[in-house]
């Protein structure tokens, strides 16, 4: 479900196995022009549809298999998800990352809010779309609640090309999805303000420092953290151009305008983790700053000021 670049790669992915697969489309236009050109132009537009992979518009299309992957942006997963059936047996498998600004609960959460008796999970860590869909040796985590349901997950979804490890710790792969875009927004800045490489790795350390922490305090096991799905996925997104939070944190401190269009969830996990942050009692510094960037309500040079400046203390 969500025919974006990387609903689209996963798709793609799994098709070239053999086994039937259906890509939705939100337009019945998308659909057709999806279907006609045998690729998605507007995204991939050098990764051809493998013959089992079909593309629908028709809701009931997508029903019945043995999962329903979500891949629409977090803020929209509430209302996409509104219109599917309430009562099936089919898993839904989240491919989204961050944090819901209305109610602080990420991709899992946001699902078992709106259908509570529906096996869910997430598939996430260190992938971009165009490494996906053209078959270069991807690994992500595939967090399920449910140890059974999350092996069936694993059989299921894993490919020749698609390597996925299996944890029940939800939370803690949801956590370190969405934080790791808080971190690269942080990165971008740095680079794009022109403080060098050093100053990065810095950033990228005392950020992952910060994901632990509140790893910590909201129930996530730190080896979760520490795993494809945190540690790996921060690697990637904190130090390429192809990551759009790493491009926004680059604009935020070169003090460009972004192109408002492209979807950037860490910017919303800013700062709804600075909330939830602010009413647990935990120490924030970097998602607090980067909170403030994507507001407006600070500079990178006071951002900068305000990080130097924190009290001394043992690492």
């Not at 977090?74 to 491919?95: D, G, Y």
């Not at 647990?280 to 909170?291: C, G, R, S």
Request: hydrophobic share 45%; charged share 20%; net charge positive.
């Amino acid at each position: 479900m969500g025919a974006g670049a990387f609903g689209t790669a996963l798709a793609i992915a799994l098709a070239k196995t053999g086994q039937p697969v259906t890509l939705w489309c939100r337009t019945s236009e998308q659909a057709r022009n999806l279907d006609k050109l045998r690729c998605n132009s507007a995204y991939l537009p050098d990764a051809v549809f493998p013959d089992s992979l079909k593309v629908a518009q028709d809701l009931g299309a997508i029903m019945g298999g043995k999962a329903l992957l979500i891949a629409v942006p977090l803020q929209h997963m509430r209302a996409a998800i509104s219109v599917l059936p309430q009562k099936t047996e089919t898993p839904w498998v989240a491919c989204c990352k961050g944090i819901e600004l209305s109610t602080g609960l990420g991709p899992t959460g946001v699902l078992n809010d709106a259908s509570p008796n529906m096996v869910t999970a997430i598939l996430t860590g260190p992938s971009f779309a165009a490494d996906i869909a053209i078959g270069r040796p991807t690994a992500l985590t595939l967090a399920c609640k449910d140890a059974t349901s999350g092996a069936r997950l694993q059989a299921a979804l894993t490919t020749p090309t698609l390597r996925l490890y299996r944890t029940t710790d939800t939370i803690g792969a949801e956590l370190g999805g969405a934080l790791k875009n808080v971190m690269a927004i942080a990165c971008g800045a740095v680079i794009g303000a022109g403080l060098g490489d050093s100053a990065r790795a810095a950033t990228m350390t005392r950020g992952f420092a910060e994901m632990q922490r509140i790893g910590r305090a909201l129930g996530a096991r730190t080896d979760t953290l520490a795993g494809l799905s945190g540690l790996g996925d921060l690697a990637l997104t904190c130090t390429s151009d192809l990551s759009r939070n790493y491009r926004l944190g680059v604009s935020l401190g070169r003090g460009d305008i972004f192109d408002p269009k492209i979807t950037v969830e860490g910017a919303a996990t800013a700062q709804a983790m600075s909330k939830i942050a602010r009413q647990k009692e935990i120490d924030t510094p970097i998602t607090n700053i980067v909170a403030r960037l994507v507001e407006g309500s600070t500079t990178v040079k006071d951002a900068i000021d305000s990080l130097m400046t924190r009290p001394l203390k043992e690492e």
